[in-house]
């Protein structure tokens, strides 16, 4: 079902023309958070505006895409340590260095569904729909947190090891980081 970017990508970049702009670099991650959120309510809004203009695995994978982008663009401004970090995480929370495409969304719904019933294409892409803007709570509080307490680009990656963020340090071994439970005590607080 993966297509190149069509005709629905370059709708989506019209409504969100920020997505083809080099990214500004080197903002702390309360800002990177805030301009992410930014991103995610104008594909809310114009997802919402497509919900009713063609089958609903188009839009889903309309979605997919465009918070690819968001989320892409959003790593691109913080530090480059961050990036890296969040990328090795995805790798090995998801087994992926892309996973979040239409198809593997598709079979990760479906596995945590079928358990309950029997669930249709039309189900699970809707359902994706309605995730594709969602953002995490955990990660959202740990901006507000930053932000608070006036964290810099230079301070989150340079000059805080262990850093109290509210009782969200970051620890190496969390979220899927197996590879390194051996050292679950290390902190990196300054990067994310």
């Known amino acids: 079902m993966q297509r190149s970017p069509g005709p629905e990508l370059q709708r989506l970049e019209a409504a969100l023309p920020d997505l083809g702009v080099p990214p500004e670099r080197g903002l702390p991650s309360w800002q990177v958070r805030a301009n992410y959120h930014e991103t995610v309510g104008k594909l809310e809004d114009k997802l919402a505006n497509m919900r009713y203009g063609g089958p609903t695995c188009e839009l889903a994978e309309l979605a997919v895409q465009g918070r690819k982008a968001a989320r892409v663009r959003a790593r691109l401004q913080g530090s480059s340590a961050m990036h890296f970090f969040l990328q090795l995480r995805d790798l090995m929370t998801y087994g992926s260095w892309s996973p979040f495409t239409l198809e593997k969304l598709m079979a990760q719904k479906r596995a945590k569904l079928q358990k309950a019933e029997s669930v249709t294409d039309e189900a699970l892409c809707s359902s994706i729909v309605g995730s594709a803007t969602r953002t995490s709570e955990a990660w959202n509080t740990r901006a507000e947190v930053l932000e608070h307490q006036g964290s810099s ?40």
């Open 153 to 192: 680009y230079v301070q989150e990656t340079f000059m805080c090891p262990g850093r109290d963020l509210g009782g969200l340090t970051w620890r190496v071994g969390m979220s899927g980081f197996r590879a390194f439970r051996a050292v679950e005590s290390l902190k990196f607080t300054c990067w994310f």
